[in-house]
């Protein structure tokens, strides 16, 4: 199992509190500082079963840099989206916590850790 965190924030650092109280092992992915590739982004948005639209943090001041709110949502524009998440890491949703079982969960509320400690 993976979590993929920012330390300021407090959905991160609640997610790992309740990792940790659970007796979870897990390795912690910084991913301000050890950025995703775009593959990598791919292959944890199959994982979720979601697009990149659904875990971009469009209120994120560089997603109105972007205009990001006016992008299409949809297969030709999914590259772009991808992209835009790889170069801007700050517009992932966190935390995104990848579990053994192939499948991951955007782990900000108790339900969503717990469903991924459930999945291993």
Known sequence: MEIWINPACSKCRSAVDL???????YTVRRYLEDVPTEDEIRAVLERLGLEP??????????????????????????????????????????PIITADDGSAV??????????ALGRG
Request: charged share 35%.
């Open 19 to 25: 990792l940790d109280a659970e007796g979870a092992e």
């Open 53 to 94: 639209w659904d875990i971009t943090r469009t209120g994120e001041a560089v997603a109105k840099e972007l205009g990001i709110a006016g992008w299409p949502k949809d297969a030709a524009s999914r590259d772009r989206w991808v992209a835009a998440l790889s170069e801007h890491p700050k517009l992932i949703q966190r």
């Open 106 to 115: 955007v782990g900000r509320s108790e339900e969503a850790v717990r469903d």
